[in-house]
């Protein structure tokens, strides 16, 4: 209803205001969506509250099934996780929850024989989503690419760099998928993202294959630091095939995330067309793996090995350059259409 000549007033119905305990003359907070609708908030509850979960934990429970609950706590937005042993933690139950605190970036802020409280003190409305993914591709590219470079020159010393660098992706890669969980469930937390229920669904099919691309990466460099301690050499004209290949796969990985950004169809069917050229690559090294003198069953292991994991990443930056595509074809919201005739 009209206030005046120029003020609106909005009635909030009082069964609305008795849920969250508002009185007259209190603050209400509210955020325009990207669909131009209006949520309302009451500001004492607005991202103040702790998301916390107990995790009972038995005595015979395994290191494993621990890591896993805790991960899924964290991943579906919990701020707070206490977990709680029938009697005292074991050694191994305690080293696997200080394990997984770390990779999750949580603090150990409670802990004693029989119970240890963990919590995560990042704010995820302050995070840029584009960002973490942009900084999670670099290092995953830095992985592919090294790792290849690796093969190219038998460096076993860059070939340990690489490896070691997965954990730094996964790190990404968990707080990415818990903040675009957290943003598909709490339409607060999606706008001050400015993502919506299909950002979200492109975005962590993406966040998946990279990190499934790295760790890819991660076990071709695993077999070249094992061949060369085992003293087992990669025939010349089989690593050349193959470094042909991955540098192939490597350079088309990163086109794939720039077109999936850039939202350039043309640059990801273009990708796309690659599957055949590597497809005949990856039939060439087969022949030539298994001509000439027998091989040692380490090294044809090996060989098999890098040349698999060269085409799953190659799988994975297909998979990236048609997510691009169906990205590209998106209907634009109302907000991103106003912000696009800006910019022009």
């Known amino acids: ?19 969250n305990d508002l009185k007259k003359g209190e603050t209400v907070s509210f ?15 607005k991202k103040t509250e702790l998301k916390e979960i107990t995790l009972n934990i038995a005595n015979s429970e395994e290191e494993i099934l621990i890591t896993q609950k805790v991960l899924g706590a964290y991943l579906n937005g919990y701020t707070g996780i206490m977990l709680k042993s ?19 970036y949580m603090r150990v802020m409670e802990a004693d024989a029989k119970g240890v409280y963990i919590q995560s003190i990042m704010d995820e409305s302050k995070a840029s989503l584009q960002q973490a993914v942009q900084r999670m591709h670099l290092i995953s590219r830095s992985m592919c690419e090294g790792g290849f470079t690796s093969l190219k020159t038998n460096d076993v010393a ?20 818990r903040i675009l969980r ?3 469930q709490d339409p607060h937390l999606a706008n001050e993202l400015r993502v919506d229920p299909l950002d979200c669904m492109d975005y962590q099919m993406v966040v998946s294959r990279m990190e499934h691309a790295s760790d890819y990466a991660a076990d071709i460099t695993r077999h070249i630091i094992m061949l060369n301690g085992a003293k087992q050499a990669i025939p010349d004209d089989v690593r050349a095939l193959m470094v042909t290949a991955g540098e192939e796969v490597a350079q088309l990985y990163v086109k794939a995330f720039e077109a999936f950004f850039s939202k350039d169809v043309n640059a990801a069917v273009d990708i796309m067309k690659y599957r ?12 030539k793996a298994f001509m000439g003198p027998q091989k040692s069953a380490e090294l044809v292991c090996g060989i098999c090995s890098i ?3 060269i085409k799953r990443i190659a799988h994975c930056t297909f998979s990236i350059a048609e997510i691009a595509v169906n990205r590209a074809f998106k209907v634009a919201s109302p907000e991103s259409l106003e912000e696009q005739k800006t910019k022009e």
């Open 31 to 45: 955020n325009i969506q990207r669909d131009r609708s209006l949520v309302i908030y009451p500001s004492s509850l």
């Open 276 to 287: 055949n050229k590597l497809d005949k690559l990856d039939i060439e090294i087969t022949s």
């Open 86 to 104: 029938e009697s005292i933690f074991t050694v191994p139950q305690t080293k696997a929850i200080r394990n997984i605190a770390g990779r999750l």
């Open 158 to 177: 860059l070939a340990k760099s690489c490896f070691s660098l997965d954990d730094d992706v996964d790190h990404f890669a968990f707080f990415i998928v």
């Open 307 to 309: 040349r698999d994991n």
């Open 182 to 184: 957290n943003a598909a």
């Open 1 to 19: 209803m009209s206030l005046g000549k120029s003020s609106l007033v909005v009635s909030l119905p009082k069964e609305w205001m008795q849920l």
